[in-house]
């Protein structure tokens, strides 16, 4: 065993930690909630807003994402709360570290839901998925995953076992589109992959609130077309984190 993989034991590349927040995005919007966001993704998105998890090309990942306790990471949380969102980067690429399961313990063991962002490509495995009580699940069509190929983006196995979770009530589809023709691509998918409309969340790419606001009707409006849940990305018009 390396030194590298003993940390696996007891650490993880965590980039930030915070809490005092709501969820701003999906099923869960509205909800105070604390995030701890895990380093490195086995995607390449171009309109990524947390690059500093993935992209060495901009990055030093070592200085973005340390090496950290997932004990001392939890810890910070303050007891008030209640939710945790496990993000990244690509949180499941983690799973099978025994750094990972702790990390789902200790929030069990304090009473906080975890719950799971991921790009949809890495199915929960039995020993993790037990402790997280939801998962919103982002393929990366072709607007957003344009960096890399349709075969690595999309992985059928997986979406299949994310849609098992949605018939549970554990799990949802989000995906970010700017106009019509990329909802229409998201309709593709969905039908192709037997997603329910009631699984599905569409909502607006925009980095600014003013683009967010003029996008919001368009994408409300044709979303309701196809029965899909609207989000909106209330973090932003509610400018915290």
Same mark, same amino acid.
């Given at each position: 065993?390396?030194?590298?993989?003993?940390?696996?034991?007891?650490?993880?590349?965590?980039?930030?930690?915070?809490? +005092?927040?709501?969820?701003?995005?999906?099923?869960?919007?509205?909800?105070? /909630?604390?995030?701890?966001?895990?380093?490195? /993704?086995?995607?390449?998105?171009?309109?990524? @807003?947390?690059?500093?998890?993935? @992209?060495?090309?901009?990055?030093?990942?070592?200085?973005? /994402? %340390?090496?950290?306790?997932?004990?001392?990471?939890? +810890?910070?949380?303050?007891?008030?709360?209640?939710?945790?969102?496990?993000?990244?980067?690509? %949180?499941?690429?983690?799973?099978?570290?025994?750094?990972?399961?702790?990390?789902?313990?200790?929030?069990?063991?304090?009473?906080?839901?975890?719950?799971?962002?991921?790009?949809?490509?890495?199915?929960?495995?039995?020993?993790? @998925? %037990?402790?997280?009580?939801?998962?919103?699940?982002?393929?990366?069509?072709?607007?957003?995953?344009?960096?890399?190929?349709?075969?690595?983006?999309?992985?059928? +196995?997986?979406?299949?076992?994310?849609?098992?979770?949605?018939?549970?009530?554990?799990?949802?589809?989000?995906?970010?589109?700017? +106009?019509?023709?990329?909802?229409?691509?998201?309709?593709?998918?969905?039908?192709?992959?037997?997603?329910?409309?009631?699984?599905?969340?569409?909502?607006?790419?925009?980095? @600014?609130?003013?683009?967010?606001?003029?996008?919001? %009707?368009?994408?409300?409006?044709?979303?309701?077309?196809?029965?899909?849940?609207?989000?909106?990305?209330?973090?932003?018009?509610?400018?915290?984190?």
């Amino acid at each position: 065993m390396t030194a590298h993989d003993r940390n696996r034991e007891t650490h993880l590349p965590i980039n930030e930690v915070f809490w +005092d927040v709501v969820q701003g995005e999906g099923p869960y919007m509205g909800r105070a /909630c604390g995030f701890i966001r895990l380093g490195w /993704c086995n995607l390449h998105c171009p309109p990524c @807003d947390t690059a500093q998890t993935w @992209d060495t090309s901009r990055y030093d990942l070592a200085i973005t /994402c %340390p090496d950290t306790a997932v004990a001392a990471a939890v +810890d910070r949380l303050p007891a008030r709360v209640r939710m945790v969102v496990i993000s990244g980067g690509e %949180p499941l690429l983690w799973q099978r570290t025994p750094a990972f399961i702790t990390m789902l313990e200790l929030l069990q063991g304090r009473g906080i839901e975890a719950h799971v962002e991921t790009n949809g490509t890495i199915a929960p495995l039995p020993s993790a @998925d %037990p402790y997280v009580r939801h998962y919103t699940v982002s393929p990366k069509l072709t607007a957003m995953g344009g960096g890399d190929p349709l075969k690595r983006r999309i992985k059928p +196995d997986a979406i299949a076992a994310f849609a098992q979770l949605a018939t549970a009530g554990r799990a949802v589809f989000k995906f970010v589109v700017a +106009d019509q023709a990329q909802l229409a691509e998201v309709a593709g998918f969905a039908a192709e992959h037997g997603l329910e409309p009631s699984w599905v969340w569409v909502m607006p790419e925009a980095s @600014d609130t003013a683009t967010l606001l003029e996008r919001q %009707p368009v994408i409300a409006s044709a979303a309701a077309q196809y029965s899909y849940n609207v989000s909106t990305r209330l973090h932003m018009i509610a400018q915290c984190r």
